[in-house]
C-alpha cells in the first residue's frame, strides 16, 4: 500500500522569504515521488519528481525539493517566494513496486499562500 | 498544441440522468487517466487507459464506465448519476507509464441534485 501526508492545509509566508510545502510517505518498497501545482480553477500542473539519485531534485519555477529516505518526506521549497507562487500544492507518490497498475496517490493539498 | 481538454467545463445533473464527459489531447499520448477531486481528499484514480482500445480500473470506478476508441480521446461516462457523484473530474494523459509526468485538462465540475 501507498500512502502520503501533506500535514499543513495551509502556508502562510511572506513573500521574498523562503518557503517549506511539508510531505511525508509510506510505501512498502521504494518511491516515486512527485510535487503538481494547481492554480484556481485549473488543472494540475507538473512541477517535479525523484526517482533515484540525488536526493535534490530542482524543477520548474524556481522550486527544488529534497528526498529524505530515512524520514521518509519529500519537502518542497523556494528560497525567495513570490505572490505568484500562491497556489494548492499536491505531493504525490508511487511504489516502485506498483507493477503494471498504473495508480499515483495524491495529498490532500496544500495551500499556499504569499503575502506581498 | 492544445495540450488536454475536457467538455463540458460545467454541467448539472439529475438523480438518476446519464451522461458523458469527453477528454481530448493532442500530444500523441498513450497513457490516459481519470480522476476525481473532492474536498479534503486529494485526486482519486476513477479508470484509466494503456493504449487505444484499452481500459482498466482505478480505485473508486463504481457508478463510472469508460472508453478509449480513439488514440486521442477518453471518455467517463455515467449511466445513472448520483449525489455522492458531486466532484470535479480531471482528465490526464501521460507519454510513457508511470513516474512519467501527468498533463492534466482544466476539469469539469459536475453537481448531481
Known amino acids: 500500500a501507498q500512502s502520503v501526508a501533506q500535514p499543513e492545509d495551509q502556508v502562510n509566508v511572506a513573500e521574498g522569504n523562503p518557503l517549506t510545502v511539508k510531505c511525508t510517505y509510506s510505501?512498502?518498497?521504494?518511491?516515486?515521488l512527485f510535487w503538481y501545482v494547481q492554480y484556481p480553477n485549473r488543472g494540475l500542473q507538473f512541477l517535479l519528481k525523484?526517482?533515484?539519485?540525488?536526493?535534490l531534485v530542482k524543477g520548474s519555477y524556481g522550486f527544488e525539493a529534497e528526498f529524505n529516505k530515512s524520514q521518509t518526506s519529500f519537502h518542497l521549497k523556494k528560497p525567495s517566494a513570490l505572490v505568484s507562487d500562491s497556489a494548492l500544492y499536491f505531493c504525490?507518490?508511487?511504489?516502485?513496486?506498483?507493477?503494471?497498475?498504473?495508480?499515483?496517490?495524491f495529498g490532500t493539498g496544500t495551500k499556499l499562500q504569499v503575502i506581498p | 498544441n492544445a495540450g488536454v481538454t475536457q467538455t463540458p467545463k460545467f454541467r448539472v445533473l439529475k438523480t438518476g440522468q446519464s451522461m458523458t464527459l469527453l477528454c481530448a489531447q493532442d500530444?500523441?499520448?498513450?497513457?490516459m487517466y481519470w480522476y476525481r477531486q473532492d474536498p479534503g481528499m486529494g485526486l482519486r484514480l476513477i479508470h484509466y487507459?494503456?493504449?487505444?482500445?484499452?481500459?482498466a480500473k482505478g480505485e473508486v470506478p463504481d457508478g463510472y464506465n469508460v472508453s478509449r476508441l480513439k488514440k486521442q480521446n477518453f471518455l467517463l461516462g455515467l449511466e445513472s448519476a448520483a449525489p455522492s457523484q458531486t466532484s470535479v473530474y480531471f482528465c490526464?494523459?501521460?507519454?510513457?507509464?508511470?513516474?512519467?509526468?501527468?498533463?492534466f485538462g482544466p476539469g469539469t465540475r459536475l453537481t448531481v441534485t
Open positions: 490526464a494523459s501521460s507519454l510513457r507509464p508511470l513516474p512519467e509526468e501527468q498533463y
Open positions: 510505501v512498502s518498497g521504494n518511491p516515486y
Open positions: 525523484y526517482i533515484t539519485g540525488d536526493n
Open positions: 504525490a507518490v508511487r511504489d516502485r513496486e506498483s507493477g503494471g497498475y498504473q495508480k499515483v496517490t
Open positions: 500530444m500523441n499520448h498513450e497513457y
Open positions: 487507459s494503456v493504449g487505444e482500445g484499452t481500459t
